[in-house]
């Protein structure tokens, strides 16, 4: 079992940033990787960034590459999501996912069992 708590939403002008924060708990092999969604009603859930927890390498989606950081701090077993030059567009509920390894469709919402309540992030413009 792995538990994911996400923290750090909020409200934020177009160009501003925030940093959001994905706790993790339990199983080691079962959360070694983590991925960031964020879905609007009635949309399927975006994967935007992932990492690889135990060799640090990183993964994008197109639409944040160059303005959103995916990072840990390993020994807090927390993930962040490091967001700036923030837009409207950006406007969502954020969860984070855990796998046990990467895989090339890792941006894909039916590849993840263990996912958090969510955070909201809102971009006015």
């Known amino acids: 079992q792995v538990q994911l708590v996400e923290s750090g939403g909020g409200s934020v002008q177009a160009g501003g940033s925030l940093r959001l924060s994905c706790a993790v708990s339990?199983?080691?092999?079962?959360?070694?990787?983590i991925v960031w969604f964020r879905q609007v009603p009635g949309e399927e859930r975006e994967g935007v960034a992932g990492i690889n927890r135990w060799g640090g390498r990183t993964y994008y989606g197109d639409s944040v590459k160059g303005r959103f950081t995916i990072s840990q701090e390993f020994a807090k077993n927390t993930v962040y999501l490091q967001m700036d030059r923030l837009k409207p567009e950006d406007t969502a509920m954020y969860y984070c996912?855990?796998?046990?390894?990467?895989?090339?469709?890792?941006?894909?919402?039916?590849?993840?069992?263990?996912w958090g309540q969510g955070t909201q992030v809102t971009v006015s413009a």
């Open positions: 339990g199983d080691t092999y079962t959360s070694n990787f």
């Open positions: 996912a855990a796998s046990g390894s990467y895989r090339f469709d890792w941006f894909l919402e039916r590849r993840y069992v263990y």
